[in-house]
């Protein structure tokens, strides 16, 4: 069974761009979180999207936002990108979310210039 | 949300030698899971401790949850360079999402 994949996985933007990274869940997962990885603050929780409805969200402006398409693919988008977005931007999958366990992607390495 | 310590941040060993990494907390946990984070990869799920007390084995690691549930250690046999990587404990929000510790970045070299 294919694992959990990301898209792109490297990217380099200037500040005031914005961004738009994909993940791909396993087969039959419904279940999308995405999470923040830096040096200084590790792995951070951005939001859950569950059956294309965002389920929960962590502590993060407004210019992270997410959607969740039929087939449970999801995206994340970061507007007005500021140097401190530079991070490792996983993805996780799983059948219902909640407790259960998840399946993280590779990630995005975004740099921010 | 209860946070996570974890220590040590840093530990390079030779191969061969035996460690130990913990996972703290001030509150009581309902579970605690324990992740590997390779270079270039996410997080993979080691083990899931549930029980105070529970001792889990996977071949070399030992992981140990403590009586009261407010800590967790991992302990590794004869480390190998596969070994190194980023170890990460979290636990799961009441199940609305994980929070994960800093983590402890361990190198084994040969």
């Known amino acids: 069974k294919a694992g959990v994949t990301q898209t792109p996985r490297y990217l380099i933007k200037t500040r005031g761009q914005q961004v738009t990274l994909s993940c791909s869940p396993i087969?039959?997962?419904?279940?999308v979180s995405w999470y923040q990885q830096t040096p200084g603050q590790g792995l951070q929780f951005l939001f859950e999207?569950?059956?294309?409805?965002?389920?929960n969200k962590g502590n993060f402006p407004g210019r992270f936002s997410g959607r969740q398409f039929s087939n449970s693919r999801s995206e994340m988008n970061v507007s007005t990108l500021e140097l401190g977005d530079s991070a490792l931007y996983l993805c996780?999958?799983?059948?219902?979310?909640?407790?259960?366990?998840?399946?993280f992607g590779p990630g995005t390495r975004l740099l921010v210039l | 949300t209860q946070l996570l310590e974890q220590s040590p941040q840093f530990l390079s060993i030779q191969e061969g030698e035996n460690l130990t990494v913990y996972c703290n907390s001030s509150?009581?946990?309902?579970?605690l899971q324990w992740y590997r984070q390779e270079p270039g990869e996410g997080p993979v799920l080691l083990v899931t401790?549930?029980?105070?007390?529970e001792v889990k084995k996977l071949k070399r690691l030992t992981f140990q949850f403590g009586d009261a549930r407010k800590d967790s250690s991992l302990h590794i046999t004869a480390a190998q360079p596969g070994d190194t990587g980023l170890y990460l404990c979290?636990?799961?929000?009441?199940?609305?999402?994980?929070?994960f510790g800093p983590g402890t970045r361990l190198s084994v070299l040969p």
């Open positions: 509150s009581v946990f309902s579970s």
């Open positions: 979290a636990w799961d929000n009441y199940g609305q999402n994980f929070v």
């Open positions: 087969s039959g997962h419904r279940s």
């Open positions: 999207y569950f059956s294309e409805t965002q389920r």
């Open positions: 996780a999958s799983s059948f219902f979310g909640g407790s259960e366990t998840q399946y």
């Open positions: 401790v549930v029980t105070g007390g």
